[in-house]
């Protein structure tokens, strides 16, 4: 095997390691998982309410754009324009579904328990200041102490 060949897969073996491609792994399955969730939603919840001014599916709401739509008996080709606008809804329905339960459980928790830490660190760091500023004017009290104890250095002392 070449030197350049090794390179690439050694590359390719600390891509797969560092972690990221495992995470996204997981992001992706669990995203796959939630979209189930979510449609299940739109057509258990959202499509009854909507069918209770219309029709139960949202996937059946369509207009014709130009033309009689449908489908032409002998040659079985679509005539006129249809345009999808149940289909379209729909998806926008899921998106922003989606979004919400992302944001409300995942994003704004997250966000929350990221501010409390760094204020906890924050408060932390200050007490800390706070130590070192009086250690150091401790150490200062007793070098002002000894001085005045001595008396000031004398030319030629040490």
């Known amino acids: 095997m070449s030197e350049k060949m090794a390179g690439l897969l050694e590359g390719f073996k600390a891509f797969l390691t560092r972690g990221n491609v495992i995470d996204l792994a997981v992001a ?3 995203g796959a998982a939630f979209t189930n969730v979510v449609n299940a939603v739109v057509k258990g919840l959202i499509n009854p309410v909507v069918g209770a001014f219309g029709t139960q599916d949202l996937e059946k709401y369509r207009s014709c ?3 009689p739509c449908g489908a032409d008996p002998d040659t079985g080709r679509a ?3 249809e345009i999808l ?3 379209v809804l729909s998806a926008a329905l899921s998106f922003l579904i989606t979004g919400a339960v992302v944001y409300f459980l ?3 928790p997250m966000a929350r328990y990221l501010a409390r830490r760094a204020a906890a660190q924050a408060a932390k760091e200050g007490v800390r200041e706070t130590l070192e500023v009086t250690e150091l004017e401790v150490l200062k009290e ?3 102490a000894l001085v005045t104890r001595q008396g000031p250095a004398q030319p030629g002392d040490g």
């Open 65 to 67: 754009l130009r033309g």
């Open 79 to 81: 005539e006129g324009i």
């Open 85 to 87: 606008w149940g289909s």
């Open 106 to 108: 995942m994003v704004l």
């Open 142 to 144: 007793i070098r002002d």
């Open 28 to 30: 992706v399955v669990i």
